[in-house]
Structures are given as structure tokens and as C-alpha cells.
């Protein structure tokens, strides 16, 4: 039989009661961090839907008791247009890293707060239309390599901004 001594048992320890609690924390603070993102977007008028992921591990009640049901999705889509949401405002919008569906059609966004887009890598539709977004803005979105559709209509963007974007973003449908 092997003989440990108590440093190594300590180790031991130490990593089996810090992993699953450093893992537990971890999951605990992107739900509190989407949660306030959700709530700031709901006090601005939007809406967003969460989406649930399949179980990769047993969802049983004591892991939904120790995590909480908001750590078993993600905000999927967010419905901001027509409301008074500012650039300010965004960096809420960027506290969702897994966002697919983004509407900003309509609000008062410029190219400022495309800024706090950057690193929606998921994100596969976005509206723009109806705002004083312009060329300089679209840099923000050159690397959403997942954006299938771009809405711009009615922006300040020019058919040069438009084909500069098409270079950086191939598949994507830009209207």
C-alpha cells in the first residue's frame, strides 16, 4: 500500500475541495452577471429570451440547488429596438457572450457603441437599421465571423462601408 505523506495528502486536500468550489463560484457568476444584464435590458424596455442547453451532466436537483436554474442557459436573443437604449447601455449587452440575436434597430446607437460588441462571437443576426451607425462603426463587427445576418437599412452606411465589411464577413447577408 502506498504511503502519502501529509503534505501530499493536503494537496490532495486542498484540490478536491477548491475545483468543484472554484467551479461552482464560477458557474454562480456568469448567471449573476447575465441576470443583471437581463434586468438592465428589461428596465431600457427590450426583451430576451433564455434558452436552455442540453444537460451535459446529470441535472439533478441538488446540482440545480447548489447552482441554480439560471446556470443551465444562456440569454439568447435580445429585443432592444425602439427603446432608449444609448451606447452606454451596451456594455450590458456585452455581458451575454452567448447571444445569437441582437435588435438595435431604430435606437440611438452610433458607432461608439459598437465598441461593446466586439465580443459577441455568436452572434449570428443583428439589426442596425434606423441608426447613426457609419462605416467607421462596422469595424466593430469585422470579427463576428458567425453573423449571418446584418440589417443596415436606413443607417448612415455607404456601399463602400457595406463592401469593406463583405471582405471580413463573407456569408454574411448584409440588407
Given at each position: 500500500?502506498?504511503?502519502?505523506?501529509?503534505?501530499?495528502?493536503?494537496?490532495?486536500?486542498f484540490v478536491l475541495c477548491i475545483g468543484p468550489?472554484?467551479?461552482?463560484?464560477?458557474?454562480?457568476?456568469?448567471?449573476?452577471?447575465?441576470?443583471?444584464?437581463?434586468?438592465?435590458?428589461?428596465?431600457?424596455?427590450?426583451?430576451?429570451?433564455?434558452?436552455?442547453?442540453?444537460?451535459?451532466?446529470?441535472?439533478?436537483?441538488?446540482?440545480?440547488?447548489?447552482?441554480?436554474?439560471?446556470?443551465?442557459?444562456?440569454?439568447?436573443?435580445?429585443?432592444?429596438?425602439?427603446?432608449?437604449?444609448?451606447?452606454?447601455?451596451?456594455?450590458?449587452?456585452?455581458?451575454?457572450?452567448?447571444?445569437?440575436?441582437?435588435?438595435?434597430?431604430?435606437?440611438?446607437?452610433?458607432?461608439?457603441?459598437?465598441?461593446?460588441?466586439?465580443?459577441?462571437?455568436?452572434?449570428?443576426?443583428?439589426?442596425?437599421?434606423?441608426?447613426?451607425?457609419?462605416?467607421?462603426?462596422?469595424?466593430?463587427l469585422k470579427g463576428l465571423r458567425n453573423l449571418?445576418?446584418?440589417?443596415?437599412?436606413?443607417?448612415?452606411?455607404?456601399?463602400?462601408?457595406?463592401?469593406?465589411?463583405?471582405?471580413?464577413?463573407?456569408?454574411?447577408?448584409?440588407?
Amino acid at each position: 500500500m502506498p504511503r502519502y505523506t501529509l503534505r501530499t495528502l493536503l494537496a490532495i486536500v486542498f484540490v478536491l475541495c477548491i475545483g468543484p468550489g472554484g467551479y461552482v463560484a464560477f458557474e454562480q457568476e456568469i448567471a449573476r452577471s447575465q441576470r443583471a444584464a437581463v434586468g438592465r435590458i428589461e428596465q431600457l424596455g427590450g426583451i430576451a429570451t433564455h434558452r436552455t442547453d442540453p444537460p451535459l451532466l446529470v441535472r439533478t436537483r441538488w446540482w440545480r440547488s447548489v447552482l441554480g436554474d439560471d446556470s443551465f442557459g444562456y440569454t439568447s436573443r435580445v429585443w432592444l429596438n425602439q427603446t432608449a437604449v444609448v451606447d452606454a447601455d451596451l456594455r450590458h449587452v456585452a455581458r451575454l457572450p452567448r447571444l445569437e440575436t441582437l435588435d438595435l434597430g431604430d435606437t440611438r446607437i452610433t458607432d461608439a457603441g459598437l465598441v461593446h460588441l466586439r465580443g459577441l462571437t455568436r452572434l449570428e443576426e443583428l439589426s442596425l437599421d434606423h441608426t447613426q451607425i457609419t462605416d467607421a462603426g462596422l469595424a466593430n463587427l469585422k470579427g463576428l465571423r458567425n453573423l449571418r445576418i446584418l440589417w443596415l437599412e436606413e443607417s448612415r452606411v455607404t456601399h463602400d462601408g457595406i463592401a469593406s465589411l463583405r471582405q471580413s464577413l463573407p456569408h454574411a447577408q448584409i440588407h
